[in-house]
């Protein structure tokens, strides 16, 4: 399951929760949690490409961040993330931005 965060793309995964009359589709986010994006943009995102199978997600840079590394046709730094139904990948593209990764995971594994 995955929902745009503040400054990247969120997942987490599904589970199946079965009683004798009922059957539902949940998550929790404390089990296989991750957040994949980018430090230095803007929080909130736009949709920059969609159809019926897929959606592109697009943060935009930070005034503050680089922009050797911008985009064609002038396009300033920014963190993308193309989204298709039923892929098993979570994917950042990033331009002239700083990876950002956090995992609630790994976190519980430090301590």
């Known amino acids: 399951m995955l929902w745009p965060a503040k400054r990247g793309i969120s997942a987490g995964l599904p589970f ?3 009683q004798a009359n009922q059957i539902e589709n ?3 986010s404390t089990i296989s949690f991750v957040t994949l ?3 230095d943009v803007r929080t909130g995102h ?3 490409r969609s159809d019926a199978l897929s959606v592109s997600l697009e943060w935009e840079g930070t005034a503050a961040a680089p922009t050797a590394h911008a985009g064609a046709g ?3 730094p920014h963190a993308h993330a193309p989204i298709v ?3 098993p990948y979570l994917t950042m593209e990033y ?3 700083c990876l950002l990764y956090t995992s609630d995971a ?3 594994e430090d301590s």
Request: net charge neutral; charged share 25%.
């Open 46 to 48: 736009r949709v920059a």
């Open 95 to 97: 331009r002239g931005t």
């Open 106 to 108: 790994a976190d519980e």
């Open 37 to 39: 994006g980018a430090s």
């Open 16 to 18: 199946v929760l079965a």
């Open 85 to 87: 139904r039923g892929s």
């Open 74 to 76: 002038g396009a300033g």
């Open 26 to 28: 949940g998550f929790d």
